[in-house]
């Protein structure tokens, strides 16, 4: 027998026991090294398990655009859609694959909306949705409501329900992205005063063409007057320019109706022009107010 088995027999070999990890543990760390290969997988090929691929419902990145008081400006969006921003104006636009938003938080803007069927275009003012496929249109916030003017197609307009603009302006509401049948129509030539909130009172109407000319004539630098009132013509005027305008106590002021065209941001012609065809005349009551007033009579020695 040789050395290997006499020990062999002096000292017999225990069986070693192979210790179980407990099955939780095992678990565990099969579940860490799951989530760190997943993370690896991820981060090397830009794939998630856990969010949808489909790119329809990621939220474009939200682009804003203003206008300073008295400036105007023109925006061609990526869809070929253009929109022109009034004085004093701004406007959140987010697009996705199935829907295009403008947010009208302040101002005035007009669109020309580029024709896509398959993804029509909101404007959201207020509590209300402008919505069209492929049309022009012009829409202002003003103070007491909003105006709407169509100038070319048609648009529908609804109230909508508080908890859906948010879903309406992030663009991921699919199943409420197009207006129902039943919404307001409004078209080419006609107008419609909103409210802010609540439901959609008044009436559509027919406007006439010179009328929408003059409205509108605000995107080729000039205010068109056709026998407003003084004050209704110096609240418009105001919107151009920091200076306020006031009417001093004068019934015979009332009675002053503005007709013809005035270059926006021009108050030192606007003045002269006041002067000369209205013998209204004005004092500057502060840098930023002036007070019309009808001038004095000329006496004659």
């Excluded at 105007?72 to 829907?99: A, C, E, G, M, P």
């Excluded at 302006?169 to 699919?174: H, I, P, V």
Aim: cysteine-free.
């Amino acid at each position: 027998m040789d050395d290997l088995s006499r020990l062999s027999d002096l000292f017999p070999q225990t069986p070693v026991k192979q210790k179980r990890l407990p099955m939780w543990l095992g678990a565990t760390a099969a579940s860490i090294l799951l989530a760190v290969a997943l993370s690896l997988f991820q981060e090397a090929f830009n794939f998630s398990f856990f969010y949808p691929v489909n790119q329809s419902a990621v939220v474009a990145k939200q682009l804003n655009f203003q206008t300073d008081v008295g400036e105007s400006k023109d925006i061609l969006l990526s869809d070929k859609s253009k929109i022109t921003l009034n004085t004093n104006s701004f406007v959140q636009v987010r697009y996705t694959q199935h829907s295009r938003v403008i947010n009208l938080l302040r101002g005035e803007i007009h669109i020309d909306v580029a024709h896509d069927k398959m993804r029509p275009l909101s404007v959201i003012a207020g509590d209300k949705v402008i919505q069209a496929v492929g049309t022009a249109f012009n829409v202002e916030v003003g103070q007491k409501q909003i105006e709407l003017i169509v100038t070319d197609g048609k648009v529908l307009v609804a109230e909508q329900k508080a908890e859906s603009l948010p879903n309406l302006s992030l663009g991921t509401n699919k199943q409420g992205q197009y207006l129902s049948n039943s919404s307001t129509s409004v078209s080419k030539g006609e107008k419609l005063d909103l409210s802010f909130k609540g439901k959609i009172a008044k009436a559509v109407e027919k406007v006439d063409p010179m009328d929408v000319a003059a409205r509108l004539s605000w995107r080729k630098g000039s205010l068109i007057f056709r026998g407003e009132s003084l004050a209704e013509a110096m609240a418009e005027i105001s919107r151009y320019t920091n200076i306020d305008f006031e009417l001093s106590e004068d019934d015979r002021l009332k009675q002053v109706q503005v007709a013809g065209m005035f270059k926006t941001g021009d108050i030192k012609g606007l003045l002269e022009v006041l002067n000369n065809n209205f013998n209204i005349d004005y004092e500057r009551v502060s840098p930023d107010k002036i007070r019309l007033k009808y001038a004095a009579p000329h006496v004659s020695i």
